[in-house]
């Protein structure tokens, strides 16, 4: 089993890296772009039934790979499944 976490700042939350980032564009003749947000992006591959596993792996998201005061994460599995969490 594939799995893929997308962690990102929540919306409330400044993005310095972000406006860093879109700053840099601006810069760089990219006048039109109004927002950047910088985040994480992970690839698991895991053992096991996606059923045993699921509540183990929002567990693991929510206590390790983010941080749930001011990021939110998305799990998503087999490609084609996403799941929203954390929000």
């Not at 890296?17 to 985040?39: F, T």
């Not at 596993?53 to 390790?64: A, I, K, V």
């Amino acid at each position: 089993m594939k799995v893929k976490v997308v962690v990102m700042p929540k919306a409330a939350v400044l993005d310095p890296q972000g406006n860093a980032v879109r700053d840099a564009m601006r810069h760089l003749g990219m006048p039109e772009v109004r927002s950047v947000r910088i985040g994480k992006y992970m690839e698991i591959d895991l053992d096991g039934k996606n059923g045993e596993l699921e509540s183990r792996l929002h567990g693991l998201c929510r206590d390790l790979l983010s941080n749930p005061v001011i990021e939110d994460y998305e799990l998503q599995k087999d490609e084609s499944v996403k799941r929203k969490r954390n929000k």
